[in-house]
């Protein structure tokens, strides 16, 4: 009788052992699955960022691809169509010219920007089509020295 009741505790620590080891390789996979995801879903929305000059020297390289692209904004170039939500305008950098076209609201800081982060793809032509702008303003935030006397 006391091996059969032996025999039966040892069935039963081995099936929980067995068990384990399952729910354990179970939870691996799960996190090595999600792990994988996580890895992939981070390339796949990793977008490189260039200045205009990096851009200009490796442009053959980079066509058709989606990058983000920063450089002064030539004030002088810009163009808006209200009407289409097109935007228009050129970053220039030390001779370097990129036309930019931009489809959407044009941001209220534009006129005022100092340099603009343009991120989308340059197409066959050499126009920048850029799916999302950034202005960055200079900084109205800047502590002033105060003047002499004060």
Known sequence: MEDLIAS???RAKS??????VKLFA???????VIGFVTFNSFQA?????????????QQSKLVGQNVRVNGPL??????????NLVLQFNLQDQGIVMPVVYHGV????????E???????????????ASDILVKCPSKYESQTPAAGQ
């Open 8 to 10: 039966r505790t040892t």
């Open 15 to 20: 099936r929980s052992r067995v068990g384990a």
């Open 26 to 32: 179970g939870g691996l996979v799960i996190l090595a």
């Open 45 to 57: 929305n990793a977008v490189y960022y260039y200045t205009l000059r990096e851009f200009n020297a």
């Open 74 to 83: 030539d004030k002088s170039s810009i163009k808006v169509d209200q009407k």
């Open 106 to 113: 044009a941001p209220d800081t534009l006129t005022t920007g």
């Open 115 to 129: 340099s603009v982060v343009a991120e989308g793809h340059m197409d066959s032509s050499g126009v920048f089509q």
